[in-house]
């Protein structure tokens, strides 16, 4: 009885822990022949999209520190051409000069940061000139792409350079002797129109940094008012007017520097010419072109404001594929073409997508699906084999939007590089659609039926 | 005791229905059909590759033939249950893996009702499921893969409830009545992270249930004062096993924050047609001394309307023998131990590439009895599967132990 009752005690406690397995982490690999079902997960690139060049509205260039001069011509989007405008005012301190110092030079000092455009081995030009009118602001405070104002027709200097591919080598530009020579009479004298730095602007309005060269498509990049090397007491001046003069028994000159009087203020415009290209088809009433129009590509054009706009017709119908379906992924695929760009920078590495609706007006950024961050194009250069560089954009969030039987939307996406970009250089892009190349522009999508 | 016995059985059988629903394979091979079914018999027989057709005993519950049960002796009742450990090696051509198990493997209570009348009941696992594999799959349209990894977890129990009836001197029939039923799940979890910021995973289940009739007949045939031969015959009337399918694929961002319900379908009804399955057994036995036996059996499963992607249910037969060897003690002390050995051969129940899933298990025991109780520890070393192309075979080892506790029914009742 006792033995049999402690087997059974025995029995009930091993039995309670008894049933259990080994089991590793990893599941063991098997071949198909367990399971050869037919996979649920489908791909297509069959769809077709639409892409049209859009000129925009105007858009503001000011405020990004920056002085982008440059002239760019080519076969697909004409000639282009940047001049930027400065304004300059007192430093911390008023000018003082001792009556018997003498005048050694009066010189625009600009400092390049590192972008350029064009061979660094070719001599380039720009002038500058006296501006005629006061620089001042439309109501919201900015300049636009467009922006113009009145400089004198002969410049005061014509400075010959090469773009250089490091920043902070700066470059000099000596004004007529006469004009400095007269601005430090002025000073000595005590001039009205060195009284006060509100003065000195009504005297001297600022300057135009006009492109001189329309051989070849160059470009450069100065600092505005401050660079990136350090902040604060260590902060060196990057853009300025330097009135170097020597004091009676000094060894050394000195100098006095005009600053940029608000570097809000600096920008730069941007005049296109469009006759002998597709795009000369834009007016005032037609600011949409689409790919068909233009031999069958897509502009996008820093600086004129030209923007990629593509839509998906067969979305409404995509459900009609399967009835029970969920889609996965959906990649597009951009491709320049070929001859459009060279190995010297002028495609964009990024570009940012915009919702925007039937008037072109640009709204939200395109987020991923849980809203987390926004979706941005990326550039895959292959320098070997120029034909396998292209764009590549997740869009998911905007194809389930487009293809819900809940929501309907008429917007679409659009396409524009990161507004500093856009508004400061000459980057562009030249893609072509589906009708010259199956594979130009593709929509990759995944789904899965159930 | 009664009680103490008969509530303690209850207990274990409550917490043991729990233990049964862990996985207790780890066999790939259990993805198949219903799936791992359990198949060397209980008792004794486990210890004799699973013969048991022609086989009959006064204190021991032999559950393969349920005619066997009138022979029980009509004093006793007996609580049985069966215990077993095993370490399965899974190797295809290029991996090997072991994996320890261990399981209950049948409970039962039986007696014998009257001199000619003998029952039992209990319940035990019918088949197993337990696999965690992953499998390569292509996009349809591009030459892209990716790996879905399946788990599947389950199994078939019974419960059943047998009868033996002794209808002239040497012959018996028997009717056994049980309820198959439990699960056969499988959850999918598909890693598209090369081309999808979402994951998907599908789980699918099958409920089954349903009854199952077997009859069984014996008869012994008395050759002489020491030989007597014994046949046994079993057979199950076709039926409908009925299931019940749920399947939930659920969509998920990688990030966790997105979950999306592409499909719940909950209990939708089918049925699969549970076919006639054969068994006829003889066996021979020498004065109690040696006995051999030799059972057959037909598993019709090309019938069962159960279709898998790339197995196909074929018809299994299964050849067993079995040898039992207890040497005569002299003396008073009549405890004798039994000797056991046999093998069991099975052409296969599934088709898979062309290759029949072949086993073969060689098993080797002892019973001895202690006081009241019987043990019956055997152990089976077994493989199965072949290693074609990317068919992996297994190699198990089983160590068992069989407990049957022996009360004597009337024996408070006489001197209360």
């Known amino acids: 009885m006792k033995l049999v009752r402690f087997c059974m005690g025995l029995l009930l406690s091993t039995m309670l822990i008894i049933s259990c397995s080994t089991n590793d982490d990893e599941a063991y690999e098997i071949g198909d022949v367990f399971d050869n079902t037919s996979s649920n997960i489908f791909y297509t690139d069959t769809l077709t999209v639409n892409a049209h060049t859009v000129l925009l509205d105007s858009f503001y260039t000011s405020g990004y520190n920056k002085v982008f001069v440059g002239s760019k011509e080519d076969d697909y989007l004409g000639k282009i051409s940047a001049t930027s405008y400065i304004p300059f005012g007192f430093s911390t301190v008023d000018p003082i000069i001792d009556a018997d110092a003498s005048f050694d030079s009066l010189v625009l000092v600009l400092t390049p940061n590192g972008e350029y455009l064009g061979d660094t081995s070719v001599y380039r030009s720009f002038a500058v000139h006296e501006l005629l009118d006061t620089i001042s602001p439309f109501d919201n405070g900015y300049f636009y792409n467009n922006t113009k104002f009145a400089y004198s027709t002969d410049p005061l200097k014509t400075k010959s350079f090469r773009p250089h591919p490091l920043a902070h080598k700066k470059i000099y530009v000596s004004f007529p002797e006469l004009i400095g020579q007269a601005w430090m009479d002025s000073i000595i004298a005590g001039a009205e129109e060195f009284e006060t730095s509100a003065d000195f602007q009504e005297f001297f309005k600022g300057i135009a940094i006009v492109p001189n060269d329309d051989r070849d498509s160059w470009s450069t990049s100065f600092y505005g008012l401050t660079d990136d090397w350090a902040s604060g007491d260590d902060a060196t001046t990057s853009l300025e007017l330097r009135l170097y003069y020597t004091n009676e028994n000094a060894d050394e000159n000195t100098f006095y520097s005009f600053l940029p009087s608000n570097s809000a203020y600096i920008f730069s415009n941007f005049e296109t010419d469009y006759t002998g290209t597709r795009l000369a088809a834009f007016n005032s009433e037609n600011d949409q072109l689409s790919s068909a129009e233009t031999d069958h590509l897509i502009y996008l054009q820093s600086g004129s404001g030209l923007a990629v706009k593509i839509d998906i017709p067969a979305l409404d119908r995509i459900n009609e594929i399967s009835s029970n379906m969920s889609i996965l992924d959906a990649e597009l695929i951009l491709k320049p073409r070929l001859n459009s760009f060279d190995n010297d920078n002028t495609l964009p590495t990024s570009f940012n997508a915009y919702w925007t609706d039937k008037k072109n007006r640009i709204g939200d950024l395109l987020y991923n699906v849980t809203g987390e961050y926004a979706l941005t194009g990326t550039l895959h250069q292959d320098e070997e084999f120029k034909e396998n560089t292209y764009y590549s954009i997740p869009i998911l969030n905007y194809i389930l939007v487009k293809a819900s039987t809940d929501e309907f939307t008429d917007d679409d996406l659009m396409f524009i590089v990161s507004s500093e970009t856009f508004s400061t250089s000459f980057k562009h892009m030249v893609l072509e659609d589906n009708a010259i190349n199956g594979s130009s522009m593709q929509l990759k999508l995944y789904y899965v039926t159930y | ?416």
């Open chain 2, 1 to 416: 005791m009664n009680k103490y016995i008969l509530s303690i059985g209850f207990l274990i059988i409550l917490t043991t229905q729990n233990i049964w629903s862990q996985n207790n394979t780890n066999s790939p091979y259990s993805k198949l059909g219903l799936g791992d079914f359990y198949s060397l018999g209980y008792g004794r027989s486990s210890a004799m590759g699973g013969v048991g057709y022609a086989l009959s005993s006064g204190n021991e519950l032999n559950l393969v033939n349920p005619a066997s049960l009138s022979n029980l002796d009509s004093l006793i009742s007996l609580f049985e249950i069966g215990l077993h450990g095993d370490y399965t090696q899974l190797k295809n051509s290029s991996v090997s893996d072991g994996r320890w198990n261990g399981n209950v493997s049948h409970i039962s209570y039986g007696m014998a009702v009257n001199g000619k009348w003998g029952m039992a009941f209990g319940v035990a696992p019918y088949t197993n499921v337990g696999y965690d594999i992953s499998v390569n799959q292509s996009i349809n349209g591009i030459p892209d893969e990716y790996a879905v990894s399946l788990e599947g977890s389950g199994g078939l129990s019974t419960v059943y409830w047998s009868n033996g009836y002794r209808i002239s001197k040497n012959a018996s029939l028997g009717i056994t009545a049980s309820f198959l039923f439990g699960p056969k799940n499988e959850d999918q979890y598909y890693d598209l992270e090369n081309i999808s910021s979402f994951s998907l995973i599908r789980q699918v289940s099958d409920k089954y249930s349903g009854f199952k009739f077997d009859i069984g007949y014996q008869q012994t045939i008395p050759l002489g004062k020491d030989h007597s031969l014994g046949i046994g015959l079993v057979a199950n009337i076709p039926g409908k096993l009925n299931r019940k399918t749920s399947e939930i694929v659920i969509q998920n961002s990688i990030s966790g924050s997105i979950t999306d319900t592409l499909l719940n379908e909950e209990d939708v009804k089918s049925s699969l047609y549970f076919p006639m399955n054969l068994g006829a057994g003889i066996s021979y036995n020498y004065k109690n001394q040696f006995m051999v036996a030799m059972d057959y059996t037909l598993n019709r499963w090309s019938e069962v309307g159960l279709s898998d992607n790339y197995a196909e249910l074929i018809d299994n037969h299964v050849f067993a023998l079995g040898l039992e060897y207890t040497p005569k003690k002299k003396g008073v002390d009549k405890s004798e131990i039994h000797y056991r050995m046999g093998c069991n051969y099975q052409t296969g129940y599934y088709l898979i590439d062309n290759n029949a899933l072949k086993s073969m298990d060689i098993t080797a025991g002892v019973g001895f009895p202690i006081r009241n109780t019987l043990f019956n520890i055997y152990t089976a070393y077994g493989w199965r599967g072949v290693l074609n192309n990317q068919l992996i075979k297994e190699n198990s080892l089983r160590v068992g132990i069989n407990m049957s506790f022996k009360d004597l029914w009337f024996h408070k009742k006489q001197f209360r």
